[in-house]
């Protein structure tokens, strides 16, 4: 069967080679480079990509250049040329340490703007009285007459956008987030997995896994759902399913993603930092709840006792801004 391939395609298998094959960054979300609806910044005689998507007067760029580390600064030029041109300023999220240099040389404010959490696979166990907690939860989903699978999507694609329909009702009919977050189905749904917690043939909650490259490669923690009155435990129980099968495989880490505003950190901040925008994401940890639950989201983290906390930052072409931090928000359809 042949293929029909549009020019968006195109570009998403030239950003997926890309995060395969320059994964110096240590991205361990770079596979959101090829959710739809991305826009990729290419140069005809340059290796790599920019991810970005256009919001307002925001070129909202994702990671770094993901590019070999030559090539990083004759693509973020061209970027802010393109951002020029379109009478835009660059902000740019999820950036790693190993991106820092490009946008500081380049002028860029970088700050400090959450973290992300990996699980070092062969080395973890529940046993031990720290997960005495966790495991009972496990054991009360297990009891209440689930089974948990690893399954294709096609199977359970239509309980999956009722179950998250049904979420988002439970969110006061929330907007589904959006570029930061993963996607389901796709050309690249099999690059990725789905473990499922099923009672009879009703789907209670779902964890989808997409992969990592890099350094710590394996597998991270993505989209995750359940239904709103299964009985407490059931992400803890599918993702153990999960953990069991990577660890059967050799699979030498599970990441667990970025949180906003968590895991923040004087230690972690660059020169020519915004102490007011520190300050502010400092803030937002403790009473930023409305805005994005990171405590709820870190709590779920941090259950699993996690080796490694990676710092993430955020550039400001033109110096921090609260405009451009709301771009980022719209980007992910969560504003």
């Known amino acids: 069967m042949i293929e029909s391939l549009t020019a968006a395609d195109i570009a998403s298998d030239i950003a997926l080679d890309a995060i395969q094959r320059y994964p110096d960054a240590d991205n361990p979300s770079s596979f959101l480079a090829v959710n739809e609806g991305n826009s990729y910044l290419r140069l005809p005689d340059t290796p790599g990509v920019i991810v970005y998507r ?3 007067r925001y070129l909202v760029q994702f990671g770094g250049p993901f590019a070999p580390k030559e090539a990083r600064p004759r693509l973020l030029r061209a970027f802010a040329d393109l951002a020029a041109e379109q009478d835009r300023e660059i902000v740019s999220i999820q950036l790693q340490g190993a991106d ?25 166990s529940l046993r031990g009285t720290a997960f005495v907690r966790l495991r009972n939860k496990i054991a009360r989903a297990v009891r209440s007459g689930m089974t948990i699978s690893e399954v294709p999507l096609d199977r ?53 896994y997409s992969p990592v490259y890099g350094s710590r490669p394996g597998w991270m923690h993505d989209l995750s759902r359940r239904r709103p009155e299964c009985p407490p435990g059931v992400m803890e129980a599918i993702n153990k399913t999960a953990i069991e099968t990577f660890q059967a495989e050799g699979v030498p880490w599970l990441h667990f993603g970025y ?58 072409q033109h110096g921090a801004s609260i405009p451009a931090l709301v771009a980022v928000f719209r980007a992910c359809n969560a504003v």
Do not use: C
């Not at 987030?177 to 050309?187: N, P, T, Y």
């Not at 989201?297 to 955020?314: G, N, R, S, T």
């Open 54 to 56: 256009p919001t307002g």
């Open 100 to 124: 820092a240099p490009e946008y500081l040389d380049a002028g860029f404010t970088v700050n400090q703007i959450g973290g992300s959490y990996a699980l070092r696979l062969d080395t973890f």
């Open 156 to 208: 359970w694609h239509p309980a999956i956008r009722e179950l998250d329909a049904g979420w988002l009702g439970t969110k006061g009919g929330a907007n589904p987030l959006e570029f930061l977050v993963g996607q389901m189905g796709g050309r690249y749904q099999h690059l990725r997995r789905l473990f499922v917690g099923v009672h009879g043939d009703e789907l209670t909650g779902y964890i989808s």
């Open 259 to 316: 949180t906003p505003f968590s895991g923040l950190s004087t230690d972690h901040e660059l020169p020519g930092h915004s102490r007011a925008f520190q300050w502010f994401m400092h803030d937002l940890w403790a009473n930023g709840g409305h805005i994005y639950p990171a405590q709820t989201q870190y709590a779920y983290k941090e259950k699993w006792q996690q080796d490694v906390v990676l710092p993430e930052y955020i550039a400001f």
